[in-house]
């Protein structure tokens, strides 16, 4: 798989750790896990374990690759990059030692800006003082909706230069939502075949509160059948706001 990402908020992507469980309403129409089960058809080797067929599926268990922890010190240009894109680096069947080695290749490459996004950042506060937090770090958590806004408390616990929060795939309003020690925020609708329709009020309600709460906001798209299919103007704009760090 190429490192390059068509991600709109990132430039490449990094998977020292691929294989994930399903954890709340957001995992029900997973990208990575659709994407898992094609790559093990193809015989990709870092997707032939299947996972828990009850949370997980072919291909998408939680497997950690020593190999693949090398790859951002071979990369010759600075570059922002998203950290496991097909997983979830504090999923507790992930060992805090590998976390570590993680978090020390970060920490050791300070041209590239990494971007850490999780679903379970209880475990992240849980083991944050064994690891190193250099600048280039960025830390968010997944809110789909109020139901899982207690991830942003956990998440200002966290001693990460930058905290975000991503609002994708959005599945309900967010006016409770607490934009405190927030550094951005990026929201977007669901894409894929059973994608679930994102109401353009609840995008709006997001934008308002960060422009109120002087937090950058990156609006990633209104999804449908593909992640293209319906664009991702906002009234007109195009909503491409990044942490200014």
Not at 138 to 163: C, F, K, N, T, Y
Request: aromatic residues 8%; neutral net charge; proline residues 7%.
């Amino acid at each position: 798989m190429s490192d390059r990402s068509r991600i709109e908020w990132t430039e490449a992507t990094w998977n020292p750790v691929t294989g994930c469980d399903r954890v709340s309403a957001g995992c029900d129409n997973c990208y990575a896990l659709a994407l898992a089960k094609r790559l093990k058809a193809m015989g990709t080797e870092k997707y032939q374990q299947d996972g828990d067929p009850r949370t997980s599926g072919p291909g998408f268990a939680v497997t950690i690759h020593p190999g693949s922890l090398d790859q951002p010190r071979r990369w010759r240009t600075p570059r922002t990059v998203f950290v496991n894109s097909m997983s979830d680096l504090f999923h507790a069947k992930v060992p805090t030692s590998f976390v570590r080695d993680v978090f020390d290749v970060m920490a050791d490459t300070p041209q590239h800006t990494y971007q850490v996004l999780t679903k379970r950042p209880l475990r992240a506060a849980r083991i944050a003082d064994q690891l190193r937090w250099p600048p280039n770090v960025w830390l968010g958590v997944s809110i789909e909706h109020m139901d899982v806004a207690r991830r942003a408390d956990h998440l200002r616990q966290i001693p990460a230069i930058v905290r975000f929060l991503s609002c994708e795939p959005l599945l309900g309003p967010l006016d409770e939502l607490d934009l405190t020690e927030m550094d951005w925020v990026i929201a977007g609708g669901e894409s894929g075949v059973n994608y679930r329709p994102v109401d353009i009020r609840w995008v709006r309600g997001i934008r308002d509160a960060c422009v109120i709460a002087g937090v950058p906001f990156f609006f990633k798209q209104w999804g449908g059948r593909s992640p293209k299919s319906l664009g991702r103007h906002l009234d007109g704009e195009t909503w491409d706001q990044m942490p200014s760090q």
